[in-house]
């Protein structure tokens, strides 16, 4: 544009509960501050069976009065060639709502996937999974995928809110009532869901930061066992509250968070995604796959609008028994999804 200005276009496959959200966010805010001009269209996939369930959709976006052009693509060919960054948020609320683990849906999206990859073709867009169970559903995505070179990631903000409020709820049992969900920051490793292994608790307090063994030094003597406890509860709580009792997360937090990742995959900005990684990172080592990678939850930096993880291998924070924990969860991962491939092969 002559202005200066970089115009992208995002896609969209899927309009359930999320996609409809996210789409009117974008065109309620743009991707984040005041950059509503650089989303140029908002392109939403409607394949001949279900177009005349986008377009009704494409026709509620279109009153929000956004300047930003929403139009329908029924090919995945063309998606693929004008978006910039696709959004995959399939999904079946009824069957989510049946299952206790998100692990239990490995494979139940497989073959729309396959479909949605095969279609796109050797597009050059950024990926954005957010179809459970992620790890799994991208590298499945992957491996399906026409591009070797494919930016694929995983939309994780849940884990990381989940992990705040236990994290929180817990200080405030300790009587830390004064230290609120935004002054604790830490990080995550692992598959999105069941075998996270959290590490590096920072809480901002009095000006300057603690670690939490720091903060609890103390009013605990055993902080590894209370490691397992936090964790637990994490997973605890997102089997419990996945889709019944999270609507104001979802609402509040989880839609703005997936507005600013796919802004960070335009900008360069940092953000927190499931991310391909090989399987030295998790010291891991030999072919395990077909590709030798995984798809982790991690903290990670942008460079050219590429996702890298911000160290080269696992934290020295992390302990003896949560490198275990981790190299078991990812093996069961992997072997989930080898399984239920090998099942729908046969």
Not at 203 to 217: A, C, F, Y
């Amino acid at each position: 544009m002559g202005n200066g200005k970089i115009e992208r276009n995002i896609g969209l496959i899927g309009l359930g509960q999320i996609g409809n959200i996210f789409g009117a966010q974008l065109l309620e805010h743009g991707l984040g501050g005041n950059r509503k001009s650089y989303l140029n269209r908002l392109i939403l996939y409607g394949p001949n069976g279900r177009k005349a369930k986008v377009d009704a959709s494409a026709s509620d976006l279109r009153t929000i009065g956004s300047k930003t052009n929403v139009e329908v693509e029924t090919s995945l060919s063309n998606l693929g060639k004008e978006s910039d960054v696709i959004i995959i948020s399939i999904g079946n609320s009824d069957l989510e709502r049946s299952v206790n683990r998100r692990e239990e849906l490995t494979g139940e999206y497989f073959p729309e996937i396959k479909e949605i990859m095969r279609g796109l073709g050797n597009t050059n867009a950024t990926i954005v999974m957010v179809t459970n169970p992620i790890s799994e559903n991208c590298f499945y995505a992957s491996q399906e995928s026409l591009n070797p070179e494919m930016n694929i990631e995983g939309f994780t903000f849940l884990d990381f809110m989940r992990g705040i409020t236990v994290i929180s709820d817990y200080l405030g049992k300790k009587g830390f009532k004064k230290i609120q969900p935004q002054d604790i920051k830490f990080g995550l490793y692992g598959p999105h869901g069941e075998g996270l292994q959290i590490t590096d608790i920072i809480i901002r307090k009095g000006g300057g930061n603690k670690t939490l063994e720091g903060l609890l030094k103390n009013k605990i003597s055993d902080f590894p066992r209370l490691l397992q406890r936090l964790q637990r509860d994490i997973v605890e709580y997102g089997n419990k509250n996945r889709l019944h009792n999270e609507s104001k997360t979802l609402y509040g937090s989880t839609i703005p968070a997936l507005r600013r990742h796919v802004r960070s995959i335009i900008f360069g900005l940092n953000s927190a995604a499931a991310i391909k990684l090989p399987m030295s990172y998790f010291e891991l080592s030999g072919a395990i796959t077909p590709q030798d990678i995984f798809y982790s939850t991690c903290p990670l930096t942008r460079k050219s609008g590429r996702a890298e993880p911000t160290t080269k291998g696992l934290p020295e924070s992390l302990y003896p028994w949560q490198k275990t924990n981790l190299k078991e969860a990812i093996l069961d991962s992997i072997s989930e999804t080898t399984d239920k491939l090998e099942t729908m092969v046969s």
